[in-house]
């Protein structure tokens, strides 16, 4: 790719994360010649400030925890330098990995795309260096993510990297030392997260969230659960409450506090040594010349696409974050769907719900829409929910689980898997099956067939079906009469 003639390949992906690299190597795979372009790292923010530090730091502050109290400060460092290490080598293995490609081209800079000509796609890329060239393609991918959302709170603005400047995950990892007192802007996953690492870590830690409770997507239970863990470990829970400005000079975070009646008490948080803004996300879009090339965003900077991720402008298609997927698994299904779509273009079956997990304490798993959502859909007589709790089973029992749960939530008399809700240690392990069965339409009925090593955890499970049998069974014409009534019927909101 040289010249001053625009380099031709098969397809041009902007954005080497998890959706990008998907598509780029199975493009090439099946003898496409690709061109990917990355204005960042390779990895995206899944290898560099996302998924991998962050699942590494969580590992490792739990030996800084256990190491005698006169080496923790050391050994926190040392975590830090750590995550940092192991996060390093894992992105220079993936850029071994791509540079042995064959067919697949690296194409360094900022991607911005242009008006092609005869059906053709262009893609402008300016490279660090200050040169630019042109690619040509039958079709573009955007797979450019997305970015740390930062609201508009004084004291929170871009500016210089003082010593008390705020943190997002994209910084958050330089840090080489855990603050004395970190806020946590946001009690979602993220948040709690780095809550129970630096914790750990050796942090005074206080997480401020707008919302009831944290983890404010997940079910209420759950959200009970990594609450009242949290506050065991010595962390700061603030719900209902809002900030108002963060004075850096003084290391003073103002908040409100709302309160019954609507009245919202005022208050300030002293000593913040450093504040890390998790409150969410948002489509990086941006600069990418969509609007001139005919690509259509919502309101959030979200690309807007079809059912098989194409965009407004013809031969442009987009996936992952910048279409609003939120997990790294989801860009990666969305890379796998739309290479089979581009060697095959048949049309796609609907996605289906995509599962997500809070790696907290315990983990916190979900697939499906939570109870309350389900409520809104579909009539509560229609919904049959049954919960285990891990003291209940015999793993739980002997590995002194006093929290955590499996919930299922299934059409009543058919007994389709609607939603299932696992706060376990391991939920991220635990909840495949469940993600399997909702998206496939299995029955609790089949699930109660299941054989689980015993005395493995994932009995819950099928305890959880095995209730809705024996609830189910004695009473089939009851439920064949209420399935008849009210199966047509929407929901209160629906």
């Given amino acids: 790719m040289s010249g001053d003639e625009p380099a031709r390949v098969h397809t041009i992906v902007v954005g080497a994360g998890s959706a990008g690299l998907t598509v780029a190597v199975g493009l090439t795979g099946l003898g496409r010649d690709v061109a990917l372009v990355e204005a960042g790292e390779v990895g995206g923010d899944c290898t560099n400030v996302g998924c991998i530090p962050s699942k590494t730091l969580i590992t490792l502050a739990r030996a800084v925890a256990a190491a005698a109290p006169e080496a923790r400060a050391d050994a926190a460092r040392a975590a830090l330098a750590e995550t940092r290490r192991r996060r ?75 010593e008390r400047a705020p943190l997002t995950n994209a910084t958050l990892f330089d840090l080489e030392a855990p603050p004395a007192h970190l806020v946590v802007l946001g009690g979602g996953a993220i948040g709690c997260e780095m809550a129970f690492a630096f914790a750990r870590l050796g942090s005074r830690v206080t997480i401020v969230e707008m919302a009831d409770r944290v983890l404010p997507g997940a079910e209420a239970a759950a959200s009970s659960v990594v609450h009242a863990r949290l506050e065991a ?17 003084a290391g003073r975070l103002r908040v409100a506090h709302a309160r019954a009646g ?11 040594d450093r504040l890390l803004v998790a409150v969410g996300r948002r489509a990086a879009s941006d600069a ?51 290479v089979r779509f581009l060697t095959v273009p048949l049309p796609l079956l609907p996605e289906g719900d995509h599962p997500s997990v809070a790696f907290v ?22 919904l049959a929910v049954h919960k285990v709790m891990l003291s209940d089973t015999d793993r739980g029992r002997t590995s002194g689980l006093d929290d955590g749960f499996v919930q299922v939530v299934a059409m009543r008399l058919t007994g389709r898997l609607l939603a299932a809700t696992v706060v376990a240690p391991d939920a991220s392990e635990m909840l495949p099956l ?40 004695p009473r089939l014409a009851a439920e064949f009469g209420t399935y008849l009534r009210w199966r047509w019927r929407r929901g209160p909101r629906g």
């Fill in 88 to 162: 390093d080598a894992l992105r220079a293995h993936e850029e071994a990995w791509l540079a042995g490609m064959p067919r697949l081209t690296l194409v360094r800079g900022h991607a911005r795309l242009l008006r092609g000509s005869r059906g053709a796609c262009e893609v402008e890329v300016s490279a660090p260096d200050g040169s630019v060239r042109r690619l040509v393609a039958g079709r573009v991918v955007l797979a450019t993510g997305s970015r740390p959302v930062v609201p508009p709170i004084p004291g929170l603005e871009a500016g210089a990297r003082d």
């Fill in 233 to 249: 470990l010595g962390v700061s829970v603030l719900v209902d409450t809002k900030a108002l400005e963060f004075e850096r000079a």
């Fill in 262 to 272: 609507g009245q919202a008490k005022v208050a300030s948080i002293d000593a913040v």
């Fill in 288 to 338: 990418l010349g969509l609007s001139e090339a005919g690509v259509k965003v919502d309101a959030r900077g979200a690309v807007i696409i079809d059912g098989a991720y194409r965009t407004t402008a013809a031969g442009v298609y987009a996936i992952g974050d910048v279409v609003g997927a939120a997990h790294t698994h989801v860009a990666n299904a969305h890379g796998r769907r739309l």
């Fill in 361 to 382: 304490e315990p983990e916190v798993g979900q697939i499906g829409p939570t109870l309350a959502q389900l409520r809104r859909r579909w009539p509560d007589a229609l």
């Fill in 434 to 473: 469940l993600s399997w069965a909702q998206r496939r339409r299995v029955s609790l009925w089949q699930l109660a067939r299941l054989e689980v090593a015993y005395p493995a955890l994932s009995a819950a499970i099928k305890q959880a079906a095995d209730a809705f049998v024996f609830a189910s069974v």
